[in-house]
Every structure is written in structure tokens, then in C-alpha cells.
């Protein structure tokens, strides 16, 4: 079986729609009717629950930029018990497109994977005008919003469906971390985290596939999997598919990492490699590749890496080249490098590594 992937994810996606990973709401006429300083008493639009519940269901997140009195809003969010699903709400008197940057930033995801609802068009044509990626909706449309297919991931995975309570999880971690006073490896020797390493199993792929649709930052090469692939290749014993998963003290992260191997008698070549944008801090990244160059040293063979080049993953490439990989092939984006194997490092103490994988036959 031959698997040819040579088009970084930016191209790989042009002729797919987009991928929406968090609607940000505008309140006053748009997720209530009325105006909450004006009038006595504002209901929440009659579809509003649904869609607002629907949407965690399957995995987008959700956020608020409103231009309102923060205290009155919560109250309100509370009192019809939906504050929960909303991540870093921005409610305060800046421009809304401040107000998405500040979410995006906050929940570590682009721009062009936002959506902004709101009912006055000069809002979103200031959203729209400072963030050109975004997709801005009228409120009058979101009857029809659910069955738009940027609203409809194509799997629901156990991960997905349980998104929005790990970025609650992440939001107490954050917290921590600010609150701690010590270095930072003694921070997270207090998460006790927990990395297993696994051979990708039929009922991982859903999520695979996913991943390699959802992960930008840290992606080595952006390539693109399907379902049907992924089960090829695992079934494969020339590729070696890893999945990875991360918990500590605050609960799980999930399913975070997926690392694709091509295996020859003479070389191993890391065709994929990345990691949630959600453990970006927590150094896996490097753990994953010292795993597979120990691997690689124990079966007696070279090591080499396809790296791309794309507008949002130059981390993976510097964490390649702190690794001890050096480019030996270079065109235009597209990098092969590879590992003497010289350079293995132990471990990190912060965090138990579980190894439930197998060498590459």
C-alpha cells in the first residue's frame, strides 16, 4: 500500500467548507429578544436552546461578544442556566472584533474557524472588516443554522462531544498556573500527568481523522487523513499509527496526538506528527519524538521526518530541530530531515510516560 501525501493542510482544505470550532454570540436582539438596559424583561429567542445545546453537542464551542453591562448579562445567562456554555465571554463596550480576538486567543484557535452571529450589520461588517476569515452571520438566519454543513462535523466523537468541559478543565488549570508561585516544571510536576502512548485502534480513527482535520499549530505537516485511509494504514504493516492521550489531577484531556510512521527494513520516515493545540505548554510534543527516536535506535534504523512548511506550524519545526533532526532535502515548503540519533533525551520527571504501543515490524 502506497499513502502519498504531499499537500500541506491550508491547500488540502480549499475545495472542503470550513470547519467551524466555536460560534460567538452578540446578546441584545440576537440570543435574547430586547435590549437588557432597556426593557424590564427580555426572553431568550424561542430556538435559541436548541441551537445553543445542539452545537455542544457536537463539539463547537461557544463564546459571547457583547457590547452590555457585564453583571446584569451573567445574571441573565444564569438565570436561564446556559452560562455554562460559554467560554471566556467578552461582555463590555470595545469593538466586537477585539472582543472575538480576545476569544480566539484565549481558546488557542484561528480565526477562520469562528463564527460571529449577531443582528446589526454595522457589527458585523467590523467584525468582518478586521477579521476577513470569519464567518459573520445575520441572526435572522439561524433557523436554518444547524443544517449548514460548516455546523456539522462529520463524526461526533467520545472527545468531541465533551469538548467544552475540557476547556472548562483547562480554565482551572489556567487559573493555577497563574495563581502558582515556583518554577515552571515544578507547576507541572503538580498536574501528576499521565502521557499514554497507543497503537491506533479501529475505534480511535473517528477521532484521528479529526485530528488531522482540526490540528493546525502543532502538525508537522498538515496532511489530511480519512477514516477509510487511516483504517488502510492501520491495518498496514509497512505504517504505524500512534495515538496519544493526556490526563492529570483536573481530569482528561483526551485523545490529543497522532504520530504516523512509514516503516522500511533501512528507514523510518515520521510522515505525521501533531498534538492538540491544548497541550501546547505541557511539552508532549518533544516527549512523542524522543519516544519514536528511541524506538527508531532500538530497531537499528535511520530517522527521518517530512516536515511542511505552513503559516501557523513553525513550533513543530523548531521542536524537530531541538531534537537533533537537520534538513537533508529541501523544496520550497516541503523538508525532509533527519535524526543521527545521537541526541535522545530521558524523560521529563514531571510526567508518567505509559507505553501501550509496539515496535514497527
Known amino acids: 500500500m502506497t499513502i502519498d501525501k504531499t499537500t500541506p493542510l491550508a491547500n488540502a482544505l480549499q ?25 424590564e424583561q427580555v426572553m431568550p429567542r424561542s430556538e435559541i436552546l436548541t441551537i445553543i445545546k445542539t452545537l455542544d453537542s457536537r463539539g463547537i464551542l461557544q463564546s459571547i461578544a457583547s457590547k452590555n453591562a457585564y453583571e446584569p448579562a451573567i445574571q441573565k445567562l444564569k438565570e436561564w442556566e ?3 456554555y460559554f467560554l471566556y465571554p467578552q461582555i463590555n463596550w470595545q469593538p466586537k472584533s477585539t472582543s472575538i480576538s480576545t476569544i480566539a486567543r484565549a481558546l488557542n484557535i484561528s480565526i477562520d474557524t ?15 472588516f478586521n477579521h476577513p476569515d470569519i464567518l459573520c452571520l445575520d441572526v435572522t438566519n439561524i433557523a436554518t443554522m444547524l443544517d449548514k454543513p460548516e ?29 502558582f508561585q515556583g518554577p515552571a516544571e515544578k507547576f507541572l510536576a503538580s498536574l501528576n500527568m499521565i502521557f ?6 479501529e475505534s480511535d480513527l473517528r477521532r484521528a481523522e479529526e485530528l488531522t482535520l482540526r490540528t493546525h499549530q502543532l502538525n508537522t505537516t498538515g496532511y489530511t487523513y480519512s477514516y477509510d485511509e487511516l483504517n488502510a494504514i492501520r491495518q498496514s504493516k509497512r505504517y504505524k499509527l500512534y495515538i496519544s492521550s493526556l490526563d492529570d489531577r483536573y481530569g482528561t484531556y483526551g485523545k490529543i496526538g497522532l504520530t504516523l510512521i ?12 501533531l498534538m492538540s493545540c491544548r497541550v501546547l505548554s505541557r511539552g508532549v510534543g518533544t516527549i512523542m519524538v524522543n519516544y519514536i527516536m528511541q524506538q527508531a535506535k532500538k530497531a537499528g534504523v535511520r530517522l527521518q521526518a517530512e516536515f511542511v512548511e505552513t503559516k501557523s506550524n513553525r513550533m513543530m519545526y523548531i521542536t524537530y530541530k531541538f531534537g537533533g533532526f537537520k534538513e537533508i ?4 515548503n516541503n523538508v525532509l530531515m533527519e535524526d543521527d540519533l545521537s541526541h535522545i533525551q530521558s524523560f521529563p520527571d514531571y510526567i508518567k ?6 515496535p514497527c515490524d
Open 114 to 128: 469562528l463564527a460571529f452571529i449577531d443582528d446589526q450589520p454595522f457589527e458585523r461588517e467590523e467584525v468582518a
Open 15 to 39: 475545495d472542503k467548507q470550513r470547519t467551524i470550532k466555536c460560534v460567538i454570540w452578540d446578546l441584545d436582539h440576537t440570543l435574547w429578544n430586547g435590549v437588557l438596559l432597556e426593557d
Open 82 to 84: 446556559i452560562m455554562e
Open 196 to 201: 499514554t502512548i497507543s497503537i491506533a485502534q
Open 329 to 332: 532535502q529541501r523544496n520550497g
Open 262 to 273: 512509514e516503516c522500511t527494513p533501512e528507514v523510518w520516515t515520521i510522515k505525521l506528527l
Open 151 to 179: 455546523m456539522q462535523p462529520r463524526f461526533i466523537t467520545e472527545d468531541s462531544s465533551r469538548r467544552r468541559q475540557m476547556y472548562m478543565s483547562d480554565i482551572k488549570r489556567n487559573e493555577s498556573e497563574q495563581e
Open 353 to 358: 510516560i505509559i507505553d501501550h504501543s509496539m
